[in-house]
Nanobody
Framework: QVRTVESGGGLVQAGGSLRLSCAAS????????VGWFRQAPGKEREFVAA????????KYADSAKGRFTISRDNAKNTVYLQMNSLKPEDTAVYYC??????????????????WGQGTQVTVSS
């Protein structure tokens, strides 16, 4: 059974940084693309960033480009999201999930599975 746990969220002032972690159990992790998504109150879940099975290929939402960096350590079954220059509009619950099917990076939440419970990120102005 695959279990995914996100951590690293918290309260930070605008302009600050946070590093989120996504740790997953199970054998699927190293062979899956992994994505980070976020969901603000009253809004749909949206794509933030994703990384392929083999580290080096990444994809970002326009809102994350230049500020966020996704990386992974397959030996630790962990994917990270380094978030810099945070803005109040980044406030949301952040989730990670796995895409076991596609070779290319996908951005729809419905293409992903093994979601965690999320970690809250709150950016104050």
């Amino acid at each position: 059974q695959v279990r995914t746990v996100e951590s690293g969220g918290g309260l930070v002032q605008a302009g600050g940084s946070l590093r989120l972690s996504c740790a997953a159990s199970g054998r699927t992790f190293s062979t899956s693309n992994v994505g980070w998504f976020r969901q603000a109150p009253g809004k749909e879940r949206e794509f933030v960033a994703a990384i392929t099975r083999s580290p080096g290929v990444t994809k970002y939402a326009d809102s994350a480009k230049g500020r966020f960096t996704i990386s992974r350590d397959n030996a630790k079954n962990t994917v990270y999201l380094q978030m810099n220059s945070l803005k109040p509009e980044d406030t949301a619950v952040y989730y990670c999930a796995q895409d076991r099917v596609a070779a290319l990076l996908r951005v729809r939440p419905t293409d992903y599975e093994y979601w965690g419970q999320g970690t809250q990120v709150t950016v104050s102005s």
